[in-house]
């Protein structure tokens, strides 16, 4: 690289740098005398979704961006720039130029920075089904403190429900016109999306979708019927665009809704009797985990860490005076739940104001949220920093408004 490259990379990446700031800003809320740029294409709906950062920690001047550098940019430079802007503010800087609306954001060369690009981090789906209004999603960003609406309308007009979300895909289930039980994975931001083939029993079954960017692929697992007949267990791998049948779990097990899929194993708890059961994709097997659950535990959540993590999420106790939120960990090697955390006192208080009272409880990458009925927030535990905070716009007061961690990912296609 000669000095002229040199010179112009540094300055590069002060302007990026200056540009990150800037997109970052302009998504947190701002006082009344400086008003506040809106994105185009997706709609920003809601900020502060966590607390302001003060003044200490606030972002140095921008520096100023030269216009000239811009313009001169080679290709690669521009792309590795433009792969690192937060996905949802993407869509405004296709009418900067035709140069940059050609680029951004589904050319085969912004894809592959994108795909080496820092991960914009995670966001907090919310997804609203039946009411008057037609099925909606919107996307609460963490890092930029802001919501963003992601339109829906591209898929068919189905009863469809949540079921998750892993890689940047998102996974739908439901039934058609003609009540045939449907599976739709699609990228909201692409808006790309697929129906799956039929099951070989094609019932209402409880869903988990794996996504694997290395291998450029993703499965789908089906256990039980939802209302609790025993089925073979199913795996659709995008590779062979078909499903597979598996073995059937043990018929003893009463299976319930709380899953957590966790380093190539899906995890799923059982009611009667009360316990673990592993399922493993690559032989495609049951196991029976011989952890017991904590005494006097009052409902459970199975939530997939990072690597190979697994927690357990509940609350303990018989009265409500006694009771208490609790995080475990399962020590694989001594097959037992070790406590990790408990929530504090006036958090507790504030998410549940009554001991019968129902939550939520969903995680990701050693992040874990709640959220209840009474509350127009989310709860965020981060198990790496041991730290608890409120986050708005988890709002459940209705029973027909779903919630999952979410990465925006332009790179992750339907395959």
């Known amino acids: 690289m000669d000095v002229n490259m040199r010179e112009l990379a540094a300055r590069l990446t002060a302007a990026a740098s200056a540009g990150a700031r800037a997109a970052a800003a302009a998504a947190r809320p701002t006082s009344p005398s400086r008003p506040r740029t809106r994105p185009r294409g997706l709609d920003e709906e809601t900020c502060a979704a966590t607390p302001a950062p003060s003044a200490a920690a606030a972002p140095p001047a921008d520096v100023p961006m030269d216009a000239d550098v811009w313009a001169a940019l080679p290709d690669d430079l521009l ?5 690192r ?16 609306a050609a680029a951004v954001p589904r050319g085969p060369a912004f894809l592959a920075a994108h795909a080496a690009a820092p ?8 997804f609203a089904r039946g009411g008057p209004a037609p099925a909606h999603c919107a996307a609460l960003s963490l890092p930029l403190r802001a919501r963003y609406r992601l339109p829906l309308a591209f898929l068919p007009a189905w009863d469809l429900w949540l079921v998750g979300s892993s890689g940047g895909l998102v996974c739908f289930s439901g039934f058609d016109a003609s009540s045939v039980f449907r599976t739709i994975v699609c990228n909201p931001l692409t ?5 799956l083939p039929e099951m070989h029993h094609n019932q209402q079954r409880q869903l988990v979708l794996a996504v694997d960017r290395k291998l450029r692929s ?28 598996h073995q059937m779990m043990p018929a003893e097990n009463l299976c319930s809704s709380k899953m957590a899929f966790c380093d190539s194993r899906l995890y799923l708890e059982t009611l009667s009797p009360l316990g673990l059961m592993m399922y493993r ?27 190979k993590r697994l927690f357990l ?19 694989h090697g001594r097959t037992v739940w070790v406590e990790i955390s408990r929530m504090p006192p006036k958090y507790f ?40 905070s409120w986050i708005a716009g988890c709002a459940s007061q209705l029973c027909n408004t779903q919630f999952c961690f979410y990465e925006p990912r332009f790179d992750t296609s339907i395959y």
């Open 79 to 83: 792309l590795e720039v433009l792969a």
């Open 281 to 307: 994709v690559d032989a495609g097997k049951w196991e029976h985990i011989p952890a017991k659950f904590p005494r006097s535990l009052l409902d459970g959540y199975l939530v997939a860490g990072a690597r």
């Open 191 to 195: 808006q790309a999306w697929r129906v």
């Open 218 to 245: 993703f499965k789908v697992i089906a256990t039980s019927d939802v209302y609790g007949e025993t089925l073979p267990t199913e795996v659709y791998d995008s590779k062979a665009d078909r499903w597979s049948v």
């Open 349 to 388: 208080r504030a998410l549940l104001r009554l001991s019968a009272e129902r939550f939520e409880c969903f995680g990701q990458d050693n992040l874990i949220c709640f959220t209840s009925w009474n509350q127009g927030r989310g709860l965020l535990y981060d198990v790496d920093k041991k730290a608890w």
């Open 119 to 126: 991960s914009h981090g995670p966001c907090v789906l919310a």
């Open 313 to 331: 999420v509940g609350r303990i106790g018989l009265y409500s005076t006694l009771q208490s939120m609790r995080i475990w960990e399962l020590d």
């Open 85 to 100: 802007v937060p996905p949802f503010l993407l869509p405004r800087l296709r009418a900067v130029s035709r140069r940059w």
